[in-house]
T-cell receptor, first 113, second 115 residues
Framework: DQQVKQNSPSLSVQEGRISILNCDYTNSMFDYFLWYKKYPAEGPTFLISISSIKDKNEDGRFTVFLNKSAKHLSLHIVPSQPGDSAVYFCAARYTGTASKLTFGTGTRLQVML | GAVVSQHPSRVICKSGTSVKIECRSLDFQATTMFWYRQFPKQSLMLMATSNEGSKATYEQGVEKDKFLINHASLTLSTLTVTSAHPEDSSFYIC???????????FGSGTRLTVV
């Protein structure tokens, strides 16, 4: 039962353009969402998060949008840079689960020169 | 910032042997540690939660006798893969839960290969 899904396994974007990574969830109890960047054989690196009481959070080149009614969130990276090439995971948690995170399936982003 | 040191980073073992993976919180005390497993090109799946001073909590479908988790102190949590088999080959990652002003802190992961 995959409660957090990233339906696009891969995405290619030209350098300087916008990258949009999508994430859908099914559990309406989730109240906090995070995005991580991950390289092979390394631990995830935190990028940005959003609480369910907000619909947008911005940090530099990264912006996360949350649509609670659609149970959908997206990560926008603009402008995209070659160093952004990695696998991106969205993750979710809800109060009462001892802070356990449920991860999505991941999207491999490749930013081309 | 908070650091979780995970060792070893890579281990190759023979089928039937046991392997221990350690995660240490270097500059903070962690009463809880999450253990994840990631198969190639798949998501990070939570295996269990270790609790200092008490038994670990395992997720559904995870064999408790195969994946022994111990939280011996406020700075050390270990995962032992017992009687390892090739299907246990995976990437194992630990994570400390967020503290005030801090996010989740992940270890660097352990690539286990069972031959």
């Amino acid at each position: 039962d995959q409660q957090v899904k990233q339906n696009s396994p891969s995405l290619s974007v030209q350098e300087g353009r916008i990258s949009i990574l999508n994430c859908d969830y099914t559990n309406s109890m989730f109240d906090y969402f995070l995005w991580y960047k991950k390289y092979p054989a390394e631990g995830p690196t935190f990028l940005i998060s959003i609480s369910s009481i907000k619909d947008k959070n911005e940090d530099g080149r990264f912006t996360v949008f949350l649509n609670k009614s659609a149970k959908h969130l997206s990560l926008h990276i603009v402008p995209s840079q070659p160093g952004d090439s990695a696998v991106y995971f969205c993750a979710a948690r809800y109060t009462g689960t001892a802070s356990k995170l449920t991860f999505g399936t991941g999207t491999r982003l490749q930013v081309m020169l | 910032g908070a650091v979780v040191s995970q060792h070893p980073s890579r281990v190759i073992c023979k089928s039937g042997t046991s392997v221990k993976i350690e995660c240490r919180s270097l500059d903070f005390q962690a009463t809880t540690m999450f253990w994840y497993r990631q198969f190639p090109k798949q998501s990070l799946m939570l295996m269990a939660t270790s609790n200092e001073g008490s038994k670990a909590t395992y997720e559904q479908g995870v064999e408790k006798d195969k994946f022994l988790i111990n939280h011996a102190s406020l700075t050390l949590s270990t995962l032992t893969v017992t009687s390892a088999h090739p299907e246990d080959s995976s990437f194992y990652i630990c994570s400390a839960p967020p503290r005030a002003g801090q996010g989740y802190t992940f270890g660097s992961g352990t690539r286990l290969t069972v031959v």
